[in-house]
């Protein structure tokens, strides 16, 4: 190579490491617009959102205020609400005890009749207890084959209702025992006819015979 294309290369080599400086330069001064101009941004948005919360954060700060107040009464009004339900409780507590002292008092000095009528009673529903019965009767033919058709009748709930009625019943003579203006005579009959007596009434119980063919 000739001195002069050396002298030529080297001149190129060293104005094209300083046009790449100089690009270099210039992205760097165009980054450091760009990193300007979005700080400038948040700077904005961040006063603009400071100046739409002022209002809003000195209304939650009231509205906090007005909360604690009322969640401070609130509570002081549940304790006091409680203190004066324990209080009414134990007042009626000890009121309650000394009427049913005296109660005791009046059951256990009570007309030697009421608690014959109160073992009759217990004797009565023990007796009507055990006439619980289910029966059984053919009324017929189910179909050709000549499969026997029977009918189930049970006087469980008229058991039932007569039980309910004892229980009732020796209620109302337990009762009979705090009252000191009754002719006793004339109210343990008077409780003794709301006992329904007689025969128990049965009703038919619906089932499915078993192993029993419908008619086609």
Request: positive net charge; glycine residues 4%.
């Amino acid at each position: 190579m000739s001195t002069v294309e050396t002298l030529d290369r080297l001149l190129e080599d060293r104005l094209g490491r300083k046009q790449m400086a100089e690009i270099k330069r210039k992205k760097a001064t165009d980054i450091a617009a760009e990193r300007i101009a979005v700080v400038k941004q948040i700077a904005e948005i961040e006063a603009e959102r400071e100046a739409g919360l002022t209002d809003l954060t000195e209304k939650y700060k009231e509205a906090s205020g007005r909360y604690e107040l009322a969640h401070a009464e609130f509570v002081a009004a549940a304790m006091s609400k409680n203190a004066l339900y324990r209080k009414r409780a134990n007042t009626s507590g000890t009121f309650e005890r000394k009427i049913e002292k005296l109660r005791h008092e009046l059951r256990k000095n009570a007309d030697p009749r009421i608690d014959e009528f109160i073992r009759e009673l217990w004797k009565l529903e023990h007796e009507v207890h055990h006439e619980c019965k289910v029966k059984e009767k053919e009324v017929g033919f189910f179909n050709k084959f000549g499969y026997a058709k029977t009918e189930l009748s049970s006087n469980h709930e008229d058991v039932r209702n007569r039980v309910e009625k004892i229980r009732t019943a020796r209620k109302s003579a337990e009762d009979l025992k705090q009252n000191t203006a009754v002719d006793i005579v004339a109210a343990i009959k008077k409780i003794r006819d709301t006992i329904p007596t007689g025969n128990f009434s049965f009703t038919k119980v619906d089932r499915q015979e078993p192993g029993v063919m419908s008619a086609e």
